[in-house]
Nanobody, 117 residues
Framework: QVQLVESGGGLVQAGGSLRLSCAFS????????MGWYRQAPGKQQRELVA????????NYADSVKGRFTISRDNAKKTVYLQMNSLRPEDTAVYYC??????????WGQGTQVTVSS
């Protein structure tokens, strides 16, 4: 049984920063690929923002490269998304995910990020 709880969302002005956190409850945290996805207002699907393996290997969407940093603390079972130089187009509900190969994926409830111009 895995549960994910996001926190850290809020309202910020363009150019500002925000750090999202995702707390993982369950076992074997280090074997999961953790990720952040977002769904913008009026959009039909979630888009990948960033992923990180237990080893620390990361991948980023082109739209956030150089601005966002994903990290994880395996001891704390927590994943972070540091968001800098925020833009209005970053406004979305951000979801944390946990994925294990050949197994089911888990999702958090999401946290709202709103970037005003």
């Amino acid at each position: 049984q895995v549960q994910l709880v996001e926190s850290g969302g809020g309202l910020v002005q363009a150019g500002g920063s925000l750090r999202l956190s995702c707390a993982f409850s369950g076992s074997f945290f280090s074997v999961y690929k953790m990720g952040w996805y977002r769904q913008a207002p009026g959009k039909q699907q979630r888009e990948l923002v960033a992923t990180i393996l237990g080893s620390g290997t990361t991948n980023y969407a082109d739209s956030v490269k150089g601005r966002f940093t994903i990290s994880r603390d395996n001891a704390k079972k927590t994943v972070y998304l540091q968001m800098n130089s925020l833009r209005p187009e970053d406004t979305a509900v951000y979801y944390c995910s946990a994925q294990k190969p050949r197994s089911s994926d888990y999702w958090g409830q999401g946290t709202q990020v709103t970037v005003s111009s």
